[in-house]
């Protein structure tokens, strides 16, 4: 119907790549490390809203707001604003030399809205992987131990330490050891593949495995993703993150959520941990979605814990820098405002209903999972668990080449992952849902 494609929030008009990308790419390929990948190199040229336009005119609904970043929406207009006024007063000082506003605005509200009532502070850095990193810092100086347990299919960054608390070998890891020494591995709740466990016995597992293999008195943290970002979204089992919170209390361990991705408003509370009833973190890692993509991370945590290292101990040149904190103010502000976090939920609905009546008609949709604007779909050979990421790289693909930014995830590869801006419209969503329904119909 020629009314539909004039209301079409897509506009393909030349293969994909574009002719201008594709130069753009022989360029790239000349000058950028190959060590830097490219899972669509469509090259972009703006965006607003759920929509971005690359170098050919090519405009795309997005559903991976750059992997969980964009989630207030690309150049959302009072995050465009705050950046213009803050870099025409001050773009640096270097907090730990003179001090300014901004940073402090973002450690207010980061106290205010984390999970947990308790006093707290909160310091900033530039990524997500620094954040982690300066969390096992404060855990270490706090409790004076030094060994960590993270999970099964976690992701946690890219610098040595985070490189050895992730999971996935290919493609984070491999060659860059040797990594950081301290960490260990522990087995994840992950219900799809777990035979029908529940959460404390995935607890109970989990715990048996530090006492056993660490040692309870030698652990100073505990790192997990309430939900897991690049594993495939998987939600733990009911009962499990309580059972791991009540166990770390228990034995002086710093339980810290890592909400790099699932954090500040994505799951449709500001923290996935607000789920989890009787799951107490003491400490929360805090990046992609705060600042509309301006680099910036937090750590925020008990008062105690986060004042335990000497001054000087924590910091970096360009941790919270006021740019980027003037955006994350602007963020936090407008989910402190409402209807941010409502607006989540509305995408869960749709999100939910479109992609359970997909896995009712293709068998090789094993499930459906997420919260709110964070939901994925993991793909089996039908009738089996075992991972069809042939599948879902298809599906990837067809997106892709129909105007719709989808991402892949999962230990084995077989997930796609939504992860839309909520500045994305009902029927922008339905649009880009029904491009991954005709991708489905041509496995
Ligand atoms: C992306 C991510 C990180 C790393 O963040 P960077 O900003 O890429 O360093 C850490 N933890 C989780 C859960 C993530 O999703």
């Not at 690049?230 to 810290?256: D, H, R, T, Y």
Request: glycine letters at 12%; aromatic letters at 6%.
């Amino acid at each position: 119907m020629s009314e539909q494609s004039v209301m079409s929030a897509r506009n393909i008009v030349t293969a994909i790549p574009g002719p201008i990308s594709q130069q753009l790419h022989v360029k790239r390929l000349k000058e950028v490390s190959h060590g830097v990948g490219a899972a669509l190199p469509v090259y972009i040229d703006h965006a607003h809203g759920a929509l971005v336009t690359d170098v050919d005119g090519n405009r795309f609904i997005d559903l991976g707001s750059g992997i969980g970043v964009t989630t207030i929406g690309h150049t959302n207009d009072e995050l465009v604003k705050a950046v213009q006024e803050q870099v025409s007063k001050l773009t640096h000082t270097l907090f730990t030399v003179t001090p300014y506003v901004p940073y402090i605005e973002v450690c207010e509200l980061l106290n205010k809205y984390t999970p947990g009532n308790f006093e707290k502070r909160s310091a900033l850095f530039n990524s997500g992987a620094e954040a982690v990193e300066n969390a096992v810092k404060f855990a270490r100086k706090f409790t004076g131990r030094g060994e960590i347990a993270v999970f099964d299919h976690g992701y946690h960054g890219r610098t040595n330490l985070t490189m050895a608390m992730n999971f996935k070998a290919m493609p984070y890891n491999s060659g860059f050891g040797p990594f950081a020494p301290g960490v260990h591995h522990v087995p994840m709740s992950y219900p799809l593949r777990d035979g029908g466990i529940t959460g404390e016995e995935a607890a109970k597992r989990a715990i048996n495995y530090m006492e056993k293999r660490v040692g309870a008195a030698n652990l100073a943290a505990i790192v997990i993703e309430p939900i897991q970002g690049e594993g495939g979204f998987i939600v733990p089992a009911p009962g499990f993150l309580p059972a791991l919170s009540a166990w770390a209390k228990a034995n002086g361990i710093v339980m810290v959520a890592d909400e790099v991705q699932s954090g500040v408003a994505r799951t449709g509370r500001w923290f996935a941990t607000h789920y989890e009833d009787g799951f107490e973190p003491d400490m929360f890692t805090i990046a992609k979605g705060i600042a509309g993509g301006m680099p910036i991370s937090a750590v925020t945590g008990r008062a105690e814990i986060m004042d335990s290292s000497h001054a000087g101990g924590i910091g970096g040149t360009y941790g919270g820098n006021p740019v980027a904190a003037a955006a994350a103010v602007a963020v936090l502000k407008q989910i402190e405002a409402g209807g941010v976090l409502e607006r989540a939920l509305e995408l869960e609905t749709i999100l939910l209903s479109r992609l359970n009546e997909l896995k009712e008609k293709h068998s090789v949709i094993a499930e459906v999972r997420g919260r709110g604007a964070m939901i994925a779909i993991e793909f089996v050979e039908p009738g089996t668990l075992n991972p069809n990421s042939a599948a879902s790289d298809k599906v990837v693909k067809f997106c892709h080449m129909n105007g719709v930014i989808v991402l892949n995830a999962g230990t084995f590869g077989n997930v796609i992952r939504f992860l839309p801006p909520l500045a994305i419209t009902d029927a922008q969503l339905h649009e880009a849902l029904d491009v991954l329904a005709a991708g489905l119909e041509t496995l």
